[in-house]
């Protein structure tokens, strides 16, 4: 016997679709007008933080990020209520997103400063790719991804070596500079060791004597190799990614088109469940 689906169901079914369909009229809608909010809410911080305009329209503004923390609790209580796996969203990126970018104005009432926290939700543009229909783009997005997630080991062990390097370098400057030329200790020369090896530079420290200068000299050169280490690792594990694609068919959300992991279940995008077993 066919299933007569309940005014709650159809319901359910209708906000899903507005939601999450980015290929209806009313989803690619609903996307533009939550992209404009997105833009809005992220604006409104920012000039907040300009003391002239804040003290000129501070009651507007206020009254403006409330009216749109209230708009953003809705849609993320409907993105619950409609999604099929409630949980996966919850749990997924965009869902922790979405929690996070509304909570900062709720925690004002015990943090005043925390309403600040609200630039977090500048990350929830990142559904631009989604509402827009890039698939090339989300794809590539994807895959940028995979590639960070399988390169973090070697990354890991990398920062590990290069922490290991500063207090050594840090050390020896220390010794080296002393005290009268503003090492006026290990910690205080480890740091000026990461500032140099980052060619960052502040120049708040410099060496003074010829050797110390020498090892600084070193330090900067090394520097430049540190820097295009991760981005190589990160480089080398998107070819082979690409290249194990050409190879074989990827997974993709069949709902959203999001390239996936091989073992994945769900979409970490929009939660819909996959062919994986």
Excluded at 64 to 82: A, D, G, H, K, P
Excluded at 204 to 227: E, K, R
Aim: charged share 15%.
């Amino acid at each position: 016997m066919k299933h007569i689906k309940t005014k709650y169901e159809l319901f359910k079914q209708k906000i899903y679709i507005i939601i999450y369909g980015s290929n209806t009229f009313a989803g690619r809608l609903f996307d533009l007008i939550l992209l404009g909010v997105i833009l809005l809410s992220v604006l409104l911080v920012m000039l907040e933080s300009v003391e002239k305009l804040d003290s000129k329209y501070h009651q507007f503004i206020l009254v403006s990020e409330w009216v749109i923390t209230i708009f953003f609790t809705i849609e993320y209580f409907l993105r619950i209520l409609s999604n099929r796996k409630p949980l996966s969203y919850v749990f997924s990126f965009y869902g922790i997103v979405d929690l996070i970018s509304i909570l900062p104005m709720y925690l004002s009432f015990i943090f005043p400063g925390s309403r600040m926290l609200s630039v977090i939700r500048a990350l929830r543009l990142l559904r631009l790719f989604g509402i827009l229909n890039l698939v090339h783009f989300t794809g590539q997005e994807s895959q940028l991804k995979l590639a960070i997630k399988a390169s973090r080991t070697k990354i890991i062990v990398f920062i590990y070596f290069v922490l290991i390097v500063s207090i050594l370098l840090g050390a020896v400057m220390y010794v080296v500079e002393g005290k009268e030329s503003g090492f006026t200790s290990i910690p205080t020369s480890i740091y000026w060791c990461i500032v140099t090896l980052t060619t960052v530079g502040y120049g708040d420290i410099a060496p003074v004597t010829t050797l110390g200068q020498i090892i600084a000299s070193f330090i900067m050169i090394m520097g430049y190799g540190i820097i295009a280490v991760p981005t190589g690792i990160v480089t080398a594990e998107f070819s082979n990614l690409r290249n194990r694609r050409n190879e074989g068919p990827i997974q993709k959300c069949h709902s959203c088109t999001t390239v996936l992991a091989e073992d994945a279940k769900f979409c970490h995008h929009c939660g819909e469940k996959t062919n994986h077993d």
